[in-house]
């Protein structure tokens, strides 16, 4: 007789446990820890991972084909770096209800129609719910089968004939092996279902592409047991009640890691959103105070958004600050840096900082917009409505040279843009470009300069 044990595992980080308590010692997060059976002794039978064992030359002439295809929408193969990859396990995470389930039907469909059969396994839609949320995006088609399982035994045969040219797996939570006594969704479970996909993806030389639910902390459930093992993670971005949705890579084994898709999201599906900038500063107001222009880069992509800063009277015993779309410890540093450097005094006021659209700046260039926007809020003087800002700042209150300056200047004259303040080093870097630029070496020169 085998012996089973059972074993406490934290579905945040993965680390595993002796006995249950109400706090993870690893992660040090609460009310993450998750039983299930530990088989200590008997036979672990598991297939091999590839169909052959023999080592190759890496010069190998005659390579598996590695045609990437297309999913039909422009945002999405430049986020896949080109386009869906033979053989390739992709992890798509998302909030419920962001549009994980509709971007990947619409993806399939479009293959279905362009290169052959697509596989669609629903764990958590009967057939009748698929097909009709199928019909309302309009992507019904022959060729794109549907598959209403949660058994890994009963997907994997429909797999491994390596008869579709794309298979998802709506979601991976819902997927389980009878090898494991634990719950779907476990740690267990999720990490033994990614491993066999894995496997499949390979031998077959199918492209898999798993949905993920994410957590209340905002990453994928079971995230670093999945993570380190597929190709590609793509995270669904946006606020519910709003319809601008992003798709963000972040991790890519086969393209950059900094692009993003930009998505609109209607009755009848997702669209593209071939001009981005466009549609962030569609609403932006004129001669208002607390805004400012910034042309940031998204991987080769120049991105003109809208940073809005508000400083007011601080009517509680601490003044608040309120990020989002920055990062606050960035935030900070600047506040310190106006103080400092600009004799501006936040101290004993609430500070608001919103990047306009839902886009996350995580770029150092975006500083000078920010400090300009809180500068220009403070003193309730409007920024240039034909200035565009760019430039890292330093601690003594230096702007720094960033990269990309010929880009960002280039797109911020596509949009009418006539002036666009820069870090002066940058000047070497954007000889004739479409708008004069306005170097600057300190930050005070930076604000007089954009509050003219």
């Not at 595992?9 to 249950?20: I, R």
């Not at 697509?118 to 009748?128: H, M, N, P, T």
């Amino acid at each position: 007789m085998t012996k089973t044990k059972t074993r406490f595992v934290c579905h945040e980080c993965g680390a595993v446990q002796a006995k249950w308590s109400g706090k993870c010692t690893t992660c040090s997060s609460w009310n993450t820890l998750e039983e299930e059976e530990l088989q200590e002794e008997g036979a672990h039978t598991r297939p091999a991972f590839s169909a052959t064992t023999a080592p190759m030359p890496v010069t190998d002439s005659t390579p598996a084909s590695t045609t990437r295809l297309s999913g039909g929408m422009e945002e999405f193969d430049r986020v896949m770096g080109g386009g869906v990859v033979p053989g390739s396990l992709t992890l798509v995470g998302g909030d419920p209800g962001i549009g994980k389930s509709t971007l990947m039907l619409q993806v399939s469909h479009h293959l279905a129609a362009k290169a052959g059969a697509v596989l669609y396994v629903s764990g958590e839609e009967s057939f009748d719910q698929a097909r009709l949320r199928a019909g309302r995006l309009n992507t019904l088609h022959e060729r794109l089968f549907m598959l209403t399982e949660t058994h890994l035994a009963a997907i994997a045969p429909h797999i491994s004939q390596g008869e579709y040219q794309l298979v998802v797996i709506d979601s991976i939570q819902s997927v389980y092996t009878s090898r494991l006594a634990a719950a779907p969704g476990s740690v267990g479970q999720v990490r033994e279902c990614a491993n066999e996909f894995m496997r499949l993806a390979k031998n077959t030389h199918t492209p898999i592409v798993m949905v993920g639910h994410v957590t209340k902390e905002g990453v994928v459930a079971g995230p670093r047991l999945l993570e380190h093992l597929v190709d590609t993670v793509l995270y669904f971005e946006g606020e519910g009640r709003q319809a601008l949705r992003v798709l963000r890579a972040v991790k890519n084994r086969f393209g950059s890691t900094n692009e993003i898709g930009v998505f609109e999201m209607h009755d009848t599906g997702l669209s593209e959103v071939t001009n981005p900038s466009a549609l962030f500063l569609d609403e932006r107001p004129l001669g208002v105070s607390g805004s400012a222009v910034f042309p940031g880069m998204e991987g080769a992509r120049p991105l003109l958004v809208e940073v809005q800063a508000l400083v007011s009277d601080a009517h509680a015993g601490s003044p608040r600050r309120t990020i989002t779309g920055v990062n606050p410890n960035r935030v900070a540093l600047l506040l310190a840096v106006l103080e400092r450097h600009a004799g501006l005094r936040f101290c004993d006021r609430d500070v608001f900082v919103n990047v306009a659209g839902g886009i996350r700046l995580d770029e150092p260039a975006a500083d000078l917009a920010v400090a300009t926007a809180l500068a220009s809020s403070l003193l309730g003087t409007p920024v240039s409505s034909k200035a565009a800002i760019f430039g890292e700042v330093g601690l003594s209150g230096e702007v720094r040279a960033v990269s990309a300056a010929r880009q960002r200047i280039r797109e911020a004259a596509k949009f009418g843009f006539s002036r666009c303040i820069i870090p002066g080093s940058c000047m070497r870097d954007v000889d004739g470009a479409d708008i004069t630029p306005e170097p600057v070496v300190k930050i005070v020169d930076a604000i007089k300069i954009a509050l003219e």
